[in-house]
């Protein structure tokens, strides 16, 4: 059973442009939503997160934006970088379960 | 500060043998994992430790894997016998506090599994 649902599959961005990856939960004891970067080789890496408590958090250039009632949660890459060519991983968590479920991850490609 | 650490990275065995992978997370930290990555999906939680216990387990295929963490430090994962299907990638992850109160996991880079 596929809790976290995430999309698009891939994506190619141009320098400079907005990079948005949306993902949608079924669960509603989640209660933690990190979103995870993962270059090749690598393990993936906690980029930034959000509780439902708040509708956006900001870090930088990146940004998750919050709707409780349509339990989704999307990833803003603002002025994207090809240095941001990686897979991105949402996820989510309740509190008392402590185990991350991810999405199925999006491929994101920067192009000069 | 150490991350988490996995050996081997990479690992190529026969169908039917046994094979373990080891994991030493970063110091201080009581709550470990082992996710299974397939290629082009995210990780899915295999066992789950909190100290020298595996609180959650449902999802570790018993008649062949195996998992320990005597010291409630580093831990093993077995497979015996290994499978076709067992080729992926194995990540090994590590977070502080316990159940609801648990922090960020932090991933090892992984053990890739090759069965032939």
């Known amino acids: 059973q596929q809790q976290v649902k995430q999309s698009p599959q891939s994506l190619i961005v141009q320098k400079g442009g907005i990079s948005i990856i949306n993902c949608a939960y079924e669960?509603?004891?989640?209660?933690?939503f990190p979103w995870y970067q993962q270059f090749p080789g690598k393990g993936p890496a906690l980029l930034i997160a959000?509780?439902?408590?708040?509708s956006e958090k900001k870090e930088g250039r990146f940004t998750i934006s919050f709707n409780k009632s349509a339990k989704q949660f999307s990833l803003h890459i603002m002025d994207s970088q090809p240095g941001d060519s990686a897979t991105y991983f949402c996820?989510?968590?309740?509190?008392?379960?402590?185990?991350?479920?991810f999405g199925t991850g999006t491929r994101l490609q920067v192009t000069l | 500060e150490a991350g988490v650490v996995q050996s081997p990275r990479y690992k190529i065995i026969e169908k039917k043998q046994p094979v373990a992978f080891w994991c030493n997370p970063i110091?201080?930290?009581?709550?470990l994992y082992w996710y299974l990555q397939n290629l082009g999906q995210g990780p899915e939680l295999l066992i789950r430790?909190?100290?020298?216990?595996?609180?959650?387990d449902s999802q570790l295929p018993k008649d062949r894997f195996s998992a320990e963490r005597l010291k409630g430090v580093d831990s093993t994962l077995k497979i015996q016998p290994a499978e076709l299907g067992d080729s992926a990638v194995y990540l090994c992850?590590?977070?502080?506090?316990?159940?609801?109160?648990?922090?960020?996991?932090?991933f090892g880079q992984g053990t890739r599994l090759t069965v032939v």
């Open positions: 430790y909190e100290n020298e216990e595996a609180v959650d």
């Open positions: 996820a989510a968590r309740s509190g008392t379960a402590s185990k991350l479920t």
């Open positions: 110091s201080g930290h009581n709550t």
């Open positions: 959000i509780r439902p408590d708040v």
């Open positions: 669960n509603t004891a989640f209660d933690y």
């Open positions: 992850a590590s977070s502080s506090g316990t159940g609801g109160a648990s922090t960020e996991a932090f």
